[in-house]
């Protein structure tokens, strides 16, 4: 049974099956669709990438944890914002939430 459903989008648009039909996520992948589409547009996201090599960065991450954070979904504490050591362009955000365990998302990978 699932508590939440949503659409799937990906880079913006609907994902669609092999029929045409809009897919749906549930549960956990609603959750880290809604944080990551939350980072989204609060431009955060673009300033992980444009503030690269300076001291803004820990305060983008901070303001990305407040936020995941807020989400009542989300166990307080368990939030992370990382950049992936081999690919630097890409960030990470991971957290648990409270009903559906761990959760790990793609923030945003940069060119």
């Not at 508590?3 to 990906?10: A, G, Q, V």
């Not at 994902?15 to 749906?24: H, I, S």
């Not at 914002?81 to 960030?91: S, T």
Request: proline share 2%; charged share 20%.
């Amino acid at each position: 049974m699932s508590i939440y459903s949503d659409l799937h989008i990906k880079n913006g648009d609907v994902v669609l099956d092999a029929g045409n039909n809009p897919t749906y996520l549930s549960n956990r992948d609603v959750i880290a669709q809604d944080i990551v589409h939350a980072i989204l547009d609060t431009g955060l996201a673009n300033l992980l990438v444009s503030d690269r090599g300076t001291g803004v960065t820990q305060d983008t991450q901070t303001q990305i944890k407040l936020l995941v954070e807020d989400d009542l979904r989300i166990m307080p504490g368990t939030v992370q914002v990382e950049q992936n050591q081999v690919n630097k362009g890409q960030w990470w955000v991971t957290a648990k939430t409270i009903e559906f365990g761990a959760i790990s998302s793609l923030i945003i990978e940069a060119q």
